[in-house]
């Protein structure tokens, strides 16, 4: 998929500066960016939703902790 990217200067000139620091264009820069976005929030979903079953599972024995 192709799209135009609009970014205020300094954040262009930032991602200028380090697609250069690591050798590699400001577009794949962008693309490792992106997908390392997606990844974290994957992560970070399938960590609400295992705590979600913990606590659902578990919800006597937080109970009894609340108590003390």
Same mark, same amino acid.
């Given at each position: 998929?192709?799209?135009?990217?609009?970014?205020?200067?300094?954040?262009?000139?930032?991602?200028?500066?380090?697609?250069?620091?690591?050798?590699?264009?400001?577009?794949?820069?962008? +693309?490792?960016?992106? !997908? %390392?976005?997606?990844?974290?929030? @994957?992560? /970070? +979903?399938?960590?609400? !939703? %295992?705590?979600?079953?913990?606590? @659902?599972? /578990?919800?006597?024995?937080?109970?009894?902790?609340?108590?003390?």
């Amino acid at each position: 998929m192709a799209f135009t990217l609009n970014l205020k200067p300094e954040v262009e000139q930032r991602l200028k500066e380090l697609a250069e620091a690591e050798h590699r264009s400001m577009h794949k820069t962008v +693309e490792v960016a992106v !997908q %390392a976005y997606l990844d974290r929030h @994957e992560r /970070d +979903e399938w960590t609400r !939703q %295992a705590a979600r079953r913990v606590f @659902e599972e /578990d919800a006597e024995f937080f109970d009894m902790l609340g108590d003390r």
